[in-house]
């Protein structure tokens, strides 16, 4: 059975529209993403969303 924090923290993700992602990638790659964002203290998933805002706004007109 889930804890009460637990269940409060789904809803808030279901709310605020977070999602989980599964992704296979290298590991030297994934390792060396780690160490980078800890060395420059930035979070990975911070990183991530920031990189694919980019990707997208770059790429929005080619993609309609």
């Known amino acids: 059975m889930a804890s009460k924090q637990s269940e409060a923290t ?3 993700e279901a709310k605020a529209g977070w999602i989980s992602r ?3 990638l290298k ?3 994934v390792d060396e993403f780690k160490a ?3 060395a ?3 979070s990975q998933a911070s990183q991530l969303m920031a990189m694919m805002e980019d990707f ?3 790429n929005k007109d080619d993609t309609q």
């Open 36 to 38: 980078t964002c800890e």
């Open 10 to 12: 789904r809803r808030y």
């Open 56 to 58: 997208i706004k770059k």
């Open 40 to 42: 420059v203290g930035v």
């Open 22 to 24: 599964t992704y296979k």
């Open 27 to 29: 590991r030297d790659v």
